[in-house]
């Protein structure tokens, strides 16, 4: 029975654990000990940590796991007979009354006890002869039962591996863009302790609850809107991972892509709730499977399966303005908000505010302007960090970083665009009063901004930008 097997491996321990206090004893406490007790303590301490394994393979107060019963069942006689010859072994010792205590008398006595211990000497390393082999016998079933264990483990980690394998392939085929790189870019251009006037607010704070179910953050070119998303997105997936049942994805349209945004922007939902999710619902095998282009119900249908293993869902897309077809996108976004089975998916857009996506967006969200104050602190508060942190201002003076500053702030007018473009036009510039006459003569716009760096463009770099521009 692998009970009694158990118990016999406690019961060797616990024989185990008093031969050796005897050993430790008799070795310290003895004038003259036997030699031998030394390699008793050896062979006795080696057997207890064979069957410690044993013991660390069971789990306390549960039953004992099934590959743990089979080792057991396999090695009952060899622990049985192991207890037997400890017993034996343990009885050649004198009582436990008489175990060495300091004392000049108690140590003349004890000299004298092991008088008796040449007859035993015989007696004893057949025993330990005995118990060597049980050793051997159990510390080999370990071993074999290990192997096994691991080839085990080698086969799972296999199916695994070739499961992931084939998420991922089949995943991968459902993404035609990856919008990472736009992530990736904006995330390094955030400014510390910007954006948090955002997170802050109740529009955002409704949102994330569900109060809100879409909101829609609209502002000028240049406003920071890549930028800010980024920071949401960010916020977003902190937000999920803290909340069961709740997942996030981020997407960005982008005008030099110049394509309809709107099946692209489907496919990369469905593969990172898909992520999320940590495997693939059969709709989306199905329908990678039959290789044919998707459309654009079908993917609807897809992301209402793939939603519904969540309680939440967050998306955010930027940049609505980009697409190429913005009526198909915002037709898309109407749908989300109307259809009762994704009634617990949360949106945020940020576009600019156009005519079009004013009229499909506001019956159906809460909009918020990024043209306030908070958004012109969060340029000062991004200005003075360029300045502070940037080596090409770090000789500047103080006096000229302060109007720097205070010409840029003025001059912004909402643009974090324009407030980095004249940051990198000044760097390059030596003198300071080339510096300070640039800060009379800021361009009013971005276009003029744009216009002004095109005409900076030396000569012999002009045809290569003019390819460049070409492809855009």
């Excluded at 909340?243 to 990172?272: K, M, P, V």
């Amino acid at each position: 029975e692998p009970l009694s097997a158990a118990s016999s491996v406690i019961a060797v321990v616990q024989i185990a654990d008093r031969i050796i206090d005897l050993c430790k004893a008799y070795i310290t406490g003895v004038i003259d000990a036997p030699a031998d007790l030394r390699s008793i303590l050896i062979e006795v301490g080696s057997v207890k940590c064979v069957l410690e394994v044993i013991e660390l393979l069971e789990s306390p107060g549960e039953e004992p796991a099934s590959h743990v019963v089979e080792i057991l069942e396999k090695l009952q006689k060899p622990l049985a007979g192991c207890k037997e010859a400890m017993k034996k072994l343990e009885g050649l010792f004198p009582p436990q009354s008489e175990s060495p205590v300091k004392g000049k008398r108690k140590r003349l006595a004890l000299s004298l006890t092991t008088l008796a211990w040449p007859f035993k000497r015989d007696k004893a390393f057949k025993l330990l002869e005995e118990i060597g082999r049980h050793k051997s016998t159990i510390s080999l079933g370990v071993t074999v039962e290990a192997a096994q264990d691991l080839k085990e483990v080698r086969k799972n980690v296999e199916k695994i591996r070739e499961a992931t394998t084939k998420m991922d392939r089949i995943l991968s085929a459902l993404v035609t863009t990856d919008p990472s790189s736009n992530y990736n870019s904006a995330c390094q251009l955030h400014e510390d302790h910007t954006g948090q006037w955002l997170i802050n607010s109740p529009e955002y704070a409704d949102w994330k609850t569900g109060s809100s179910r879409f909101l829609w953050l609209y502002g000028i070119p240049g406003a920071g809107k890549t930028i800010l998303h980024s920071y949401i997105a960010e916020d977003v997936r902190k937000l999920c991972e803290q909340t069961e049942g709740s997942a996030c994805a981020f997407y960005y349209c982008y005008f030099a892509r110049n394509q309809d945004e709107t099946n692209h922007f489907l496919r990369w939902i469905i593969h990172e709730l898909c992520r999320s999710i940590g495997g693939i619902p059969q709709v989306v095998r199905n329908n990678h499977a039959s290789r044919g282009n998707l459309s654009r119900w079908t993917l609807v249908s897809m992301l209402e399966t793939v939603a519904g293993y969540f309680s939440h869902v967050y998306i955010t897309i930027d940049a609505l303005d980009e697409s190429a077809d913005r009526e198909q996108i915002l037709a898309f976004l109407r749908t989300v908000i109307t259809n009762p089975h994704l009634k617990h998916i949360h949106l945020l857009a940020t576009s600019r505010k156009e005519l079009d996506i004013d009229r499909a967006l506001s019956p159906i969200s809460v909009s918020l302007s990024l043209s306030n104050p908070y958004v012109d602190e969060d340029i000062r508060t991004y200005v003075k960090g360029r300045l502070l942190e940037s080596s090409k201002f770090a000789r500047w003076p103080e006096s000229l970083k302060a109007e720097t500053e205070t010409a840029l702030i003025k001059g912004a007018k909402g643009m974090f665009r324009w407030a980095f473009c004249q940051l990198d036009a000044l760097k390059r510039l030596h003198t300071i009063p080339a510096i300070r006459l640039a800060l009379t003569q800021l361009p009013k716009s971005l276009d003029e901004t744009y216009e002004r760096i095109l005409c900076n463009i030396s000569p012999e770099s002009q045809d290569m930008v003019y390819r460049t521009l070409s492809f855009i």
